[in-house]
C-alpha cells in the first residue's frame, strides 16, 4: 500500500540504523525554466537552503537537468527539522535575499551538468528544455521576485514529490507545500543529422552524444553505455594519461529512448588526443563490439548494483519519478536476458546510434573527430538556402570597414520572422519561435531563437535599423524580453 505524508509519497527503506537519511526529490530541473528564467531554480534552491545552513547535521542540495533535491542525514529529529524548514521556505521563498544569493550564485558559477554535456544538448534542443543549460539568460541578477514564487508555486507541490527515508522517520514531521495540480513537462523536437557530425567550442576535452534505445527487459542499452564509457576511460585515462574526469550525462526522452553524452576533460596540449580516443573507443565498438571480458564486467557492475540495493523500493522509486516527469514506464529487468545479450548486439547498437551522432571537440583538437571522418556542423542549425524576400538590412559602412563579419551580414525582416545571412549560413527565427529577446548594454538586442539561432538587431549595426527594432518591440511579447546579467557585462 503507498505510503503518504503530508500528500508527498514516501518511500521509506527500513535499514537497522539509529540515524536517519533522507532525500527530498521534485521532478523539476533546469530543462522547466525558459530562456527569459534560466537560474531560476537554482536560485531558489539557494533561497531555501539560506533557511536551514544553521542545522548542524550533513545538508546538501543539487538541481540537475530534470530534477531538484534536498538531502540531510543526522539524527531523526535534526532531519525532521531540516525537512520542515525546506518545506516551509518552498512555500513562501525568502526572496528578500535574491540580491544577496545573486553574488553567490555569480561566485558559483554553477553548471547544472557538465559543460560539454549542456553544450551538446544545446546542440539537440536549441535554446529551450535540456539546451537552456549552455545558455546565461538574465544571470542570477536578473532573476526576479516574481519569477521565484510563481516557479515554486507551479513545480514544487507535494504531488510533484517523493521522499526517500532510510532509518527512522522523524516524529511529528511536517511537510508544508501547496497541494496544486501537477502540471505536465512540456518535451521538445530535436534536431537531426543524416550522418556523424561534430561541433567545436573552447573547453578542454571532447564528448560525444548518441540516441539510445531505452527501458527494454534486458537493459541492453545499459550495457552499451557502461562498456563503452569503460572503453573511453581506459583509453584516454588508463593508456594515454590524457584525462582526469571521464563520466556520462543522459536525458530521456518521451518516446522510450535517451540522449546519452559521455565526455572525457584534457589536460593541456592533449585536446586532439583525447578526440581520437574518445572517437576511436565509439567507432572500434560500433565495428568490432565489446571484448568477452569487457562485456562480462559490465554484466558483473550491474549485477552488484542489483543486489545490493533494495530492489522494491528502487523500482517503486523509478515507476514514480518516470511518471512524474511524464516518460513511459520500462519493463521489468529481465536478468536472464540481460545475461544473454553478446557482443554483437553491442555493436549493432553502436552503429545505429552512430548514424546520428554528435560530436565535440576543442578548437584545438576537434582535428581528431575529422580524422574519423565526422563532418563539422555549426551549433545552431543555419543551412545554405536563399535568403526570403522582405525588408532587407545591412550593416552600416562604418560596421562593414571594421568588421570582416559584418561585411558577410544581411538581415531580412518578414510577416513570418527574422532571417540572417552571416559567415556560417543563413539562420531562420520565426516570430512564434523567439525564446528570448536580450538587450545589451550598448543597445544590441540579441534574439534567441527556440531552435538555437542567434540574431543580433541593432539600431546602430544596420542600416535603418531602427525599423528592425520597432518589429521587434512589436511582434514579440515583453515578457520574453530581458537585460543582459552585469556579471556577464562585467566579464565581457
Not at 538541481?63 to 525546506?86: C, D, I, N, Y
Not at 563490439?289 to 530492489?311: C, H, K, N, Q, S
Amino acid at each position: 500500500m503507498p505510503q503518504y505524508l503530508d500528500g508527498v509519497r514516501l518511500l521509506h527503506h527500513q535499514e537497522p540504523q539509529t540515524t536517519t537519511d533522507a532525500t527530498l526529490t521534485f521532478a523539476v530541473g533546469a530543462r522547466d525554466e525558459t530562456l527569459p528564467t534560466v537560474g531560476v531554480a537554482h536560485a531558489l534552491e539557494h533561497l531555501v537552503m539560506s533557511t536551514v545552513r544553521r542545522l548542524p547535521i550533513q545538508i546538501d542540495a543539487t538541481v540537475s537537468t530534470t530534477t531538484t533535491s534536498f538531502v540531510a542525514s543526522g539524527t531523526q529529529e535534526r532531519v525532521g527539522e531540516f525537512l520542515t524548514g525546506v518545506c516551509a521556505a518552498l512555500s513562501a521563498p525568502p526572496v528578500e535575499r535574491l540580491e544577496v544569493e545573486a553574488g553567490v550564485l555569480a561566485a558559483e558559477d554553477g553548471w547544472v551538468t557538465h559543460p560539454m554535456a549542456a553544450l551538446l544538448y544545446h546542440v539537440r534542443y536549441g535554446a529551450r528544455g535540456a539546451g537552456l543549460a549552455w545558455l546565461d539568460g538574465p544571470g542570477p541578477d536578473g532573476i526576479t521576485a516574481g519569477q521565484v514564487n510563481a516557479f515554486a508555486r507551479t513545480w514544487f507541490t507535494a504531488d510533484n514529490a517523493v521522499l526517500q527515508i532510510t532509518g527512522p522517520i522523524p516524529d511529528g514531521l511536517e511537510l508544508a507545500l501547496p497541494q496544486g495540480t501537477r502540471p505536465k513537462h512540456t518535451r521538445y523536437g530535436v534536431r537531426s543529422f543524416s550522418g556523424p557530425v561534430f561541433v567545436e567550442h573552447e573547453i578542454p576535452g571532447a564528448a560525444v552524444v548518441l540516441e539510445l534505445p531505452d527501458g527494454d527487459g534486458a537493459r541492453q542499452s545499459a550495457l552499451v553505455v557502461d562498456v563503452l564509457q569503460q572503453r573511453i576511460e581506459e583509453n584516454c585515462r588508463h593508456v594515454g594519461g590524457h584525462s582526469y574526469v571521464v563520466d556520462t550525462d543522459s536525458l530521456r526522452r518521451p518516446d522510450s529512448r535517451m540522449d546519452w553524452v559521455f565526455y572525457a576533460e584534457a589536460r593541456e596540449g592533449h585536446d586532439e588526443n583525447v578526440a581520437l580516443a574518445v572517437g576511436r573507443a565509439l567507432t572500434t565498438l560500433a565495428a568490432d563490439g565489446p571484448t568477452a571480458d569487457e562485456l562480462e564486467l559490465a554484466l558483473d557492475r550491474f549485477e552488484e548494483v542489483r543486489i545490493t540495493t533494495d530492489v522494491e523500493l528502487r523500482r517503486e522509486f523509478n515507476q514514480l519519478t518516470a511518471e512524474l516527469l511524464d516518460e513511459p514506464a520500462r519493463e521489468e529487468l529481465d536478468v536472464g536476458q540481460m545475461r544473454a545479450v553478446r557482443p554483437e548486439q553491442i555493436a549493432a547498437a553502436l552503429t545505429a546510434a552512430l548514424r546520428s551522432a554528435v560530436a565535440y571537440g576543442s578548437f584545438e583538437g576537434s582535428r581528431g573527430w575529422v580524422d574519423l571522418d565526422f563532418e563539422e556542423t555549426t551549433l545552431c542549425p543555419a543551412d545554405d538556402g536563399e535568403l526570403p524576400e522582405g525588408q532587407v538590412f545591412r550593416p552600416t559602412f562604418g560596421a562593414r570597414a571594421f568588421s570582416r563579419e559584418a561585411r558577410a551580414m544581411t538581415l531580412v525582416l518578414t510577416a513570418d520572422g527574422l532571417t540572417m545571412r552571416d559567415e556560417d549560413g543563413v539562420h531562420r527565427v520565426p516570430w512564434d519561435g523567439v525564446a528570448g529577446v536580450m538587450r545589451i548594454k550598448d543597445g544590441t538586442l540579441v534574439v534567441f531563437g527556440g531552435n538555437g539561432c542567434v540574431i543580433p538587431v541593432s539600431r546602430h549595426l544596420y542600416r535603418g535599423g531602427a525599423k528592425a527594432v520597432a518589429e521587434l518591440e512589436q511582434r514579440v511579447d515583453m515578457a520574453l524580453w530581458f537585460d543582459e546579467s552585469r556579471f556577464k557585462a562585467r566579464e565581457d
